[in-house]
């Protein structure tokens, strides 16, 4: 089995069952909760760049009324609007995949530091401003 990790604006992290036989488009669009729009496929975050990972993103955010996606902008190391897909790929091919449980696992917990490392940064601000 493998998988997709879905992070929505509100901060949810969710892995989500992949099926390597059917296309990836609709199982991305519904990743992304959406139906029939474009999205943007940013290049994998420079910390994990070996691991063959991209992340893909609504570039309407139609769906999510535009709020920025403070934890997969953090991951990604760029703005991220909406809600955002984390996949592998096949360096082969080029041809998109799902992620191994170990690299789903490895993933969220790149997840969970990039937040944690935003959230010390925003506390650092909070109690500068108090100053």
Request: overall charge negative; glycine content about 8%.
């Given at each position: 089995?493998?998988?997709?990790?879905?992070?929505?604006?509100?901060?949810?992290?969710?892995?989500?069952?992949y099926?390597?036989?059917?296309?990836?488009?609709?199982?991305?669009?519904?990743?992304?909760?959406?139906?029939?729009?474009?999205?943007d496929?940013?290049?994998?975050?420079?910390?994990?760049?070996?691991?063959?990972?991209?992340?893909?993103?609504?570039?309407?955010?139609?769906?999510n009324?535009?709020?920025?996606?403070?934890?997969?902008?953090?991951?990604?190391?760029?703005?991220?609007i909406?809600?955002?897909?984390?996949?592998g790929?096949n360096?082969?091919?080029?041809?998109t995949v799902?992620?191994?449980?170990?690299?789903?696992?490895?993933?969220?917990?790149?997840?969970?530091?990039?937040?944690?490392?935003?959230?010390?940064?925003?506390?650092?601000?909070?109690?500068?401003?108090?100053?």
């Amino acid at each position: 089995m493998s998988h997709l990790i879905q992070i929505t604006t509100t901060g949810e992290i969710e892995t989500l069952d992949y099926d390597g036989t059917a296309p990836s488009l609709p199982q991305l669009l519904r990743a992304l909760s959406t139906e029939d729009i474009t999205v943007d496929r940013l290049d994998a975050p420079g910390h994990i760049r070996s691991e063959h990972i991209t992340v893909w993103a609504d570039d309407e955010a139609i769906t999510n009324d535009g709020r920025l996606n403070f934890i997969a902008s953090a991951y990604a190391g760029t703005p991220i609007i909406g809600t955002a897909v984390i996949s592998g790929f096949n360096t082969e091919t080029g041809d998109t995949v799902g992620l191994t449980a170990d690299q789903a696992a490895e993933a969220r917990d790149e997840i969970l530091r990039a937040s944690d490392r935003v959230s010390e940064r925003f506390g650092v601000l909070a109690r500068l401003a108090q100053l």
